[in-house]
């Protein structure tokens, strides 16, 4: 049997004055998680990625507020309080095994690794230039071997190939442009 001391009341009267001290009704709620609603939604879509699963995380929060609504009033932010529930649930479910094979990649996220099919081509053009390279005259090719591929200054190539810096620089632009047309002619298949 369930009775009050000081205060002559009954049980049911109790709890109803409980609740109404409390428990705040629907409107109440939504008045209250409106402000940020929205940022738990951002901050799960930032971790999550999906919109979905983002909209899912959002009102699985949002249901666990309102299953803490005789507590909230425990909480100095009920906002900071909603976002740590957030963090902590879109981090659990990037454990778990239901996104545990799903690859995360952040909108803002580039991948500069090149593709395989990349990595071909580029040594295939590089074995092209080679053979290029190899058919140019002798002192085109030392030029363009040392200024492109040694990285030497014009200066120290003309000194030790004993030229003028405006001829080797008439050269190598020669090997450039022969080299170039080369590699366009055979990217594009022979066809002009």
């Known amino acids: ?105 952040h909108t803002n996220y580039v991948d500069r690794e090149p593709g395989l099919d990349k990595k071909m081509e580029d040594l295939d053009s590089l074995d092209w230039v080679e053979k290029i390279m190899d058919k140019l005259p002798v002192q085109q090719r030392l030029i363009i071997q040392m200024r492109d591929v040694e990285q030497y200054e014009f200066e120290e190539i003309a000194k030790i190939l004993d030229m003028n810096e405006s001829a080797i620089r008439v050269a190598l632009s020669r090997a450039r442009k022969t080299i170039r047309d080369y590699m366009t002619e055979t990217h594009n298949y022979g066809i002009s």
């Open 1 to 105: 049997m369930f009775f009050v001391t000081k205060i002559k009341m009954s049980r049911l009267d109790y709890i109803t004055s409980l609740k109404t001290k409390f428990f705040m009704n629907q409107n109440e709620f939504v008045q209250l998680v409106t402000p940020f609603k929205d940022k738990v939604f951002r901050l799960a879509k930032r971790l999550l990625v999906s919109t979905e699963e983002a909209e899912d995380a959002t009102q699985e929060i949002l249901v666990k507020l309102w299953s803490k609504n005789g507590n909230l009033a425990a909480y100095s932010s009920v906002e900071a309080f909603a976002m740590t529930m957030t963090k902590n649930y879109c981090l659990d479910q990037l454990k778990s095994k239901r996104t545990g094979n799903l690859k995360i990649v």
